[in-house]
């Protein structure tokens, strides 16, 4: 069964897009089979994913709105090798208020989940927007994991009580969600403010799990806007390796792994 993993926070900046992009290429170089959803209207992992928003026939926005398309039709390739995606585009800003009229509006990510094959998959990592709207809370009732990419700064644990507050409402729809913890983003190693907000951080949610921490580092936007992932544009770089390690972590790290998957041979 295909693992649905969300990439969520509601803050902006905490780096949900490149980690879903990075993920998603270390994953496929481990050799597994990844479908990546863009949830985001900004289409920032549509378009750095080398996929060309003009030239879509539809997208996740047509796919929450007309009951009768099915998921698995509108995966796209994108420039990512093993990686597929269904596209955004800027209409699903819109979405929000056109879901205002349809029944369990909070459940149509889950049911075109549940209803698609997602046999071709060995993933589905889905990229959250920056909000608590109605598309939030879509992923957070269609998601199996969540990852919650944060930044080393004072502001974003602020954010994260309300983000919290928000997952306990969904339980009611989604009672098996399981949330890994914090992937740290953008960590200046040398930064004190950085690892006292880790050490903080673990204090306050010792439930939860700290993901190998990604670096700072410029090649994260440079490879995005190369239509690439860091694994492909610097392979040897810090970031690239971290971004390995974050792959490694949620390969063992399966809520589900009763039966183990046999290895699978790393395509080059
Ligand atoms: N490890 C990193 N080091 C430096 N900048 C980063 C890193 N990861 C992401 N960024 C940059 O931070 C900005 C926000 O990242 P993005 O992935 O778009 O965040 P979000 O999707 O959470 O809004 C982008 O300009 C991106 O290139
Ligand atoms: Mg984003």
């Known amino acids: 069964m295909a693992r649905v993993i969300a990439f969520f926070n509601q803050k902006g900046g905490t780096a949900k897009t490149t980690s879903t992009l990075n993920v998603a290429a270390a994953l496929a170089e481990r050799g597994r089979r990844v479908l990546a959803v863009d949830m985001d209207p900004q ?11 003009a030239a879509l026939d539809a997208s996740i926005y047509d796919l929450l709105l007309d009951d009768s398309l099915d998921l698995p039709s509108l995966a796209v390739a994108t420039s990512l090798p093993g990686v597929s995606l269904i596209p955004s585009h800027p209409d699903l800003a819109a979405a929000e208020l056109e879901l205002l009229n349809v029944l369990e509006r909070e459940r ?9 094959d997602l046999s071709p998959w060995d993933y589905v990592l889905i990229d959250a927007p920056p909000a608590l709207n109605v598309l939030s809370i879509n992923i957070l009732v269609a998601a199996h994991e969540l990852v919650i990419p944060i930044e080393p700064h004072p502001l974003s644990l602020m954010v994260l009580r309300r983000l919290f507050e928000t997952v306990s409402r969904v339980r009611r729809l989604n009672p ?3 949330v890994h913890g914090f992937l740290p983003t953008k960590v200046h190693h040398s930064s004190r403010l950085a690892a006292d907000m880790l050490a903080a951080l673990g204090e306050e949610f010792p439930q939860f799990a700290l993901l190998p921490a990604v670096p700072l580092s410029v090649k994260g936007a440079e490879s995005a806007a190369e239509r690439t992932s860091v694994l492909h544009y610097m392979p040897r770089s810090a970031i690239a390796e971290a971004y390995r ?14 039966a183990t998957r046999p290895p699978v041979a790393a395509h080059v």
């Open 108 to 116: 149509q990510l889950e049911q075109r989940l549940k209803r698609g």
């Open 245 to 258: 390690d974050v792959g490694a972590w949620l390969e063992t790290n399966d809520p589900h792994a009763a």
């Open 43 to 53: 289409a920032s992992l549509t378009m750095a994913t080398g996929v060309d928003i």
């Open 176 to 178: 098996d969600l399981r």
